[in-house]
Nanobody, 123 residues
Framework: QVQLVESGGGSVKAGGSLRLSCAASGYIPSFYCMGWFRQAPGKEREGVAVITNGADTDYADSVKGRFTISRDGTENTLYLQMNGLKPEDTAMYYC?????????????????WGKGTLVTISS
C-alpha cells in the first residue's frame, strides 16, 4: 500500500542545518504533489513547502530563503534541505502527498501522510 517514511530529523543548534528525506512506495508512488508540513505542540499543522512533479514550488514565508524542497522521481524520494535553523522551526515534520489537484500549503488537501520525524532546534 502507499507508504511515506520520513528520516533525517534530529537535534541541532540554532544556525545549523538538517536534510530531511521522505521515501514513497506503494501503488501510486509517483504523486503530482508532495510536501512537508510541521506541527509544534499545541499548534495547528502548517505547510512548510510543496512541490509538483513539474517542479513548481511554494514555501511558507517563514522558511523562504532558508529551506529548499526537491524530489527525486527515479527514487520516489522527497527532500527538504533546512539551513539557518531557528528555535521556532522545532516541530514534528511530516511528509505528505496527493494525486492530481491543487498543490498548496494547506494540510487538508493531502491524501497520504508519513508518521513524522522530529526536528529540535536549541538556542
Amino acid at each position: 500500500q502507499v507508504q511515506l517514511v520520513e528520516s533525517g530529523g534530529g537535534s541541532v543548534k540554532a544556525g545549523g542545518s538538517l536534510r530531511l528525506s521522505c521515501a514513497a512506495s506503494g501503488y501510486i508512488p509517483s504523486f503530482y504533489c508532495m510536501g512537508w508540513f510541521r506541527q509544534a505542540p499545541g499548534k495547528e499543522r502548517e505547510g512548510v513547502a510543496v512541490i509538483t512533479n513539474g517542479a513548481d514550488t511554494d514555501y511558507a514565508d517563514s522558511v523562504k530563503g532558508r529551506f529548499t524542497i526537491s524530489r527525486d522521481g527515479t527514487e520516489n524520494t522527497l527532500y527538504l534541505q533546512m539551513n539557518g535553523l531557528k528555535p521556532e522551526d522545532t516541530a514534528m515534520y511530516y511528509c505528505a502527498a496527493r494525486g492530481f489537484g491543487q498543490c498548496t500549503l494547506s494540510p487538508v488537501q493531502m491524501a497520504y501522510w508519513g508518521k513524522g520525524t522530529l526536528v529540535t532546534i536549541s538556542s
